[in-house]
């Protein structure tokens, strides 16, 4: 079992809506969690980074992390079609020791006009 | 803003040949990562560098090694290519610097396809 489970999708919604794209994970020594964006054939690109428990807003994006549950959620509001990615979370046991991140699989988002 | 840059961004290789991906970091980061993606799969991290020394190992092929330049670019030499080294590998940057985390910040990856 990997240590960073998340859904592959696709998931599918129409523009505006609000999405949700979680994560779990087993290992309890995670204490950074980040976000990244992938489009097709390109390198992930950083959207959310958090620090252990708790919430982060940045515009659209909400980022939430609940280490009693070992469990993060992406929220995205307003969704727009440019937000159809490959959504990844990623996290590391510290930060600081140039530690290699731990990703999830990765959520296929598509949002229909 | 300067982001990580890769170079070659595509390669085709040979079975059993040789071939080197090179690196060079957002200016002022000195902590370098290379990861490797398969075709529909998550990012796998093979190692780090930080200030020339490695520094965390994942995932990496003995067949495969990396070192990190005084000028911090780094380089992932891979020898004895199989048909399972066709994949994407990414260099991500991260400055020591910065306050909270090492945040990676990913290249546009180099595509290597092994015949």
């Known amino acids: 079992q990997k240590e960073v489970e998340q859904d592959p999708g696709p998931l599918s919604v129409p523009e505006g809506a609000i999405v949700s794209l979680n994560c779990t994970y087993s290992n309890s020594a995670f204490q950074y969690f980040m976000w990244y964006r992938q489009y097709s054939r390109k390198g992930p690109e950083l959207l959310m980074y958090t620090y252990s428990s708790g919430n982060k807003e940045d515009g659209r994006f909400t980022a939430q992390v609940d280490k009693s549950s070992k469990y993060i959620s992406l929220f995205i509001r307003d969704s727009q079609p440019s937000d159809s990615a490959t959504y990844l979370c990623a996290m590391s046991e510290a930060g600081g020791g140039a530690d290699g991140l731990t990703f999830g699989k990765g959520t296929h988002l598509i949002i229909q006009p | 803003a300067a982001g990580v840059i890769q170079s070659p961004r595509h390669l085709i290789k040979e079975k059993r040949e040789t071939a080197t991906l090179k690196c060079y970091p957002i200016?002022?980061?000195?902590?370098v990562y290379w990861y490797q993606q398969g075709p529909g799969q998550d990012p796998q991290f093979l190692i780090s560098?930080?200030?020339?020394?490695?520094?965390d190992k994942g995932s990496i092929p003995d067949r495969f090694s990396a070192q990190q330049f005084s000028d911090y670019h780094s380089e992932l030499n891979m020898s004895s290519l199989e048909l399972g080294d066709s994949a994407l590998y990414f260099c991500?940057?991260?400055?020591?610097?910065?306050?909270?985390?090492?945040?990676?910040?990913f290249g546009p990856g180099t595509r290597l396809t092994v015949l």
């Open positions: 560098f930080y200030e020339k020394m490695q520094s």
């Open positions: 200016p002022r980061h000195d902590t």
């Open positions: 991500a940057s991260s400055s020591s610097q910065t306050s909270g985390t090492d945040t990676q910040y």
